[in-house]
């Protein structure tokens, strides 16, 4: 006979089973949202949606910006926008690698993505990995900071 406890460890796991597969695909979403408002330039709805500032950006070449609030967060997109363009840039894909639950309420999602040109080719230097951390407020997942990295190097959730 099945008792109490083996039912209920049973339920338990299985909540716990949906809920996680519940947060991965939230955050699969979110971030395929943040490109989606990336690409239409849209910095208030990135802001509304997407971050939560204060933002830290660990760059490439090992340096680092602060988005502190709203306004340095306009600022600093409006700067890249104009980066990006003056390098023939007119959207990006991206592909999210990997996405690993740190805690109930962190996340770091992998993700590689590539700024193009008009004809679908990349700009010089627009295939780029970024890891995002992410944490879960009441309005849902949000970015709170992301590093640039290079592309050979990776993380595996499962390990």
Known sequence: M???RRILLVLIVSCCSIALADDLADIEAKMNQYQQLFNAKDIDA???HIY???IVIGLRDGGKVLFSDSEDVHTG???QYVRI???GWTGST???LDVCLL???LAMAEVNYTRRKADGNPIE???LSTYYMLQKFSQGWRITSFFVRERDAGVNCSS
């Open 2 to 4: 099945i008792s109490l």
């Open 46 to 48: 990135i802001l509304e």
């Open 52 to 54: 939560a500032p204060p």
């Open 77 to 79: 997109l409006d700067q």
């Open 85 to 87: 363009e003056e390098a």
């Open 94 to 96: 991206n592909q999210v």
């Open 103 to 105: 805690t109930d309420g």
């Open 125 to 127: 230097g627009g295939v």
